[in-house]
């Protein structure tokens, strides 16, 4: 059960450096991030970063934190519900 517990806050970190990459790409001018869900374009934040002097590793992370969540949920699904 704690793993379910540790692989939804990762999870929750994972959105929540989301957010703050979408919420720049908003204030730089791509009103859909936001609305684009699922289909939103991460290589037009790579793209903006160096124009506007922003760091890369929040896209980084992001990716490493939803790897290591969906393992941890899937880990904690299966020893949960071990047939």
């Known amino acids: ?3 379910l517990v540790l692989a939804l806050i990762v999870i929750g970190m994972a959105a929540g450096i989301d957010f703050v ?4 790409m ?3 001018g791509q009103r859909k991030a936001f609305i684009l869900g ?3 374009d991460y290589s037009e ?3 903006l970063r160096t124009e506007r002097g922003w ?3 929040p896209v980084y992370v992001f990716f490493a934190l939803i790897l ?16």
Do not use: H, N, P, V
């Open 55 to 57: 760091s890369a590793w």
């Open 26 to 28: 908003t204030k730089a």
């Open 1 to 3: 059960m704690s793993i």
């Open 38 to 40: 699922g289909a939103f």
């Open 68 to 83: 290591i969540g969906g393992a941890l949920l899937c880990i904690g699904l299966l020893r949960m519900y071990s047939l």
């Open 45 to 47: 934040y790579s793209k």
């Open 21 to 24: 990459i979408r919420l720049r």
